[in-house]
């Protein structure tokens, strides 16, 4: 079939365009080799550039020259979900020792959460592991830091309070799931680096009669030691409360 005959995005072909565009330099791209290369006004490409940023895939440095981000190279790469599980197990098995709960590894895909990997305790009460189970994204604590990077994924119907918990999150660099996608169930999230749309998360789950909030200063302890290795994680970027 004839392109003609086709319904196509062209504002998607042209932002694909220009992250081609980008990933083609090594060096970098500034704002007016773009605007010849693309034959595209300035304020047009900076709207798309500030959507890659925001997205994860591109980043502007010093000197102000756009670049793909390692974010992008993962996004693109097979195998993607295998390297992140094998990036994150051991600082999920250590939280996992540590506290004595499941440690869930997820991302956003389209407007779902995918969860990726968990790591169990041995407890006789145990939380139904996640994988390949569905809730509602504003109930969720990973969902949440989600919606905290992409408002479109919240519900305008959300209440005010919805609204202002995921705005916290995004302040925080965490965020809580306190019985709401299963009865007696709390979670808390957090990034596995600097918030974006791309950037993994973990979660610690617990049934709610287990639930002491001294678990999770051992967990903000346990990540501050990976930080360096793993990081830098956005909880301390941000300063969040410990």
């Known amino acids: 079939m004839s392109i003609e005959k086709k319904n196509l995005a062209t504002s998607l072909f042209k932002a694909l365009d220009l992250l081609t565009l980008i990933n083609s330099r090594s060096s970098g791209v500034g704002i007016y080799e773009m605007v ?7 304020s047009s490409l900076i709207r798309m550039l500030d959507s890659l940023i925001h997205y994860g895939l591109v980043a502007r440095d010093a000197d102000k020259r756009y670049h793909v981000t390692s974010e992008f190279r993962n996004w693109k790469s097979e195998g993607a979900n295998e390297k992140l599980i094998s990036r994150f197990e051991p600082l999920m098995k250590t939280v996992c020792d540590a506290v004595g709960e499941m440690v869930v590894l997820g991302k956003l895909e389209g407007r779902k959460i995918r969860h990726v990997h968990c790591v169990e305790p041995d ?30 994924l919240l519900k305008s119907r959300s209440s005010k309070e919805r609204k202002a918990e995921t705005a916290q999150a995004g302040r925080d660099g965490f965020a809580w799931n306190r019985a709401e996608s299963e009865e007696g169930i709390i979670a808390w999230a957090t990034w596995l680096g600097r918030a974006s749309t791309l950037t993994p998360m973990m979660a610690v789950t617990w049934p709610e009669h287990r639930f002491l909030d001294t678990q999770v200063n051992k967990i903000v302890k346990l990540l501050k030691k990976y930080d360096r290795e793993l990081g830098p994680f956005e909880i301390f970027a941000r300063d969040a409360s410990r």
């Open 123 to 152: 407890r006789r009460v145990r939380v139904v592991p996640p994988l390949g189970r569905e809730f509602k994204l504003e109930t969720m604590a990973m969902g949440k830091l989600a919606i905290s990077q992409r408002g479109d």
């Open 36 to 42: 010849d290369s693309m034959s595209l006004p300035r």
